[in-house]
């Protein structure tokens, strides 16, 4: 990385969904929780597992694994919790990781044209390109697409097709 990239990167946490690594932005990142009891109750939200209690707040647990990884995660190691935006509302919302997670400084590229909206972008972390997440997207895009989904939130192949 050169003077000038420098001047445009910013921080990154680096996360393992499923077999897949991920970044997701530092500035939205709260805490990189230890597995702590996951509390299940009747719902119909996409995506939640349900929630975990963290510093006296309800913090709704999302399992991205569907969507990334193409697979749920039958155990992780930690719930990385990062702030999700609601106008100029901001709530925490967390994600189970399977691996170690790691703090980067890089520049961020557009992310490719064909990339889902909750891509934001791919940094080049040695011979690797990571995609960014949005949480704030990836939830949205589940929401939007439960019209099409399975009672369990998971869409069918043939409403896919």
Do not use: W
């Not at 995660?73 to 509302?89: M, N, Q």
């Not at 709530?91 to 934001?120: F, H, M, R």
């Not at 972008?121 to 439960?146: M, P, R």
């Amino acid at each position: 990385m050169n003077a000038t990239d420098n001047t445009n990167a910013k921080s990154y946490v680096l996360v393992q969904i499923g077999n897949r690594q991920f970044a997701m932005s530092a500035a939205t990142v709260s805490e990189l929780a230890p597995p702590v009891r996951l509390h299940h109750f009747p719902q119909s939200s996409p995506l939640v597992a349900g929630v975990i209690v963290r510093r006296g707040r309800i913090v709704p647990v999302y399992d991205v694994s569907r969507i990334l990884a193409g697979k749920n995660s039958p155990a992780h190691r930690f719930y990385l919790v990062a702030a999700r935006d609601f106008g100029s509302a901001s709530e925490p919302g967390a994600i189970p990781v399977d691996g170690e997670c790691e703090l980067v400084t890089a520049p961020i590229q557009n992310p490719d044209p064909t990339s889902p909206k909750y891509i934001s972008g791919t940094l080049t972390i040695g011979e690797e390109n990571i995609q960014v997440l949005d949480l704030n997207a990836l939830v949205n895009s589940a929401n939007a697409g439960s019209a099409n989904a399975e009672p369990n939130g998971i869409e069918s192949a043939e409403n896919r097709a």
